[in-house]
């Protein structure tokens, strides 16, 4: 069956970097878009970024261009969020996403169970 698993979250401080990374099994990767979301405490899980199969320009949500960039390696079946200029506002739990290409969470099936990452001000 479809397994993804995130890692990589932690506590930093505003202004450091990250890197998420998400590791794929059970599905042909190589021809699936991947996609990150976030989820804050008591709002809405939200779209971050995404890796489409066949390349071309990654999609950003508006509140993280410029500072989070998105990549994959297929050889490794991994998808990956690098972050910088970490915000406090970036504070959430960080999930990866199998299927369309940057989406409404409802249209998705394939989900990791997330890592928590946390921005101190």
């Known amino acids: 069956q479809v397994q993804l698993v995130e890692s990589g979250g932690g506590l930093m401080q505003a202004g450091g970097s990250l890197r998420l990374s998400c590791a794929a099994s059970?599905?042909?990767?190589?021809?699936?878009?991947m996609n990150w979301f976030r989820q804050a405490p008591g709002k809405e899980r939200e779209f971050v970024a995404a890796s489409s199969w066949f390349g071309g320009r990654a999609p950003y949500a508006d509140s993280v261009k410029g500072r989070f960039t998105c990549s994959r390696d297929n050889a490794k079946n991994t998808v990956y969020l690098q972050m910088s200029s970490l915000k406090p506002e970036d504070t959430a739990v960080y999930y990866c996403a199998a299927g369309v290409l940057a989406g409404a969470p409802s249209e998705y099936d394939y989900w990791g169970q997330g890592t928590q990452v946390t921005v101190s001000s």
């Open positions: 059970g599905l042909t990767f190589s021809r699936v878009h």
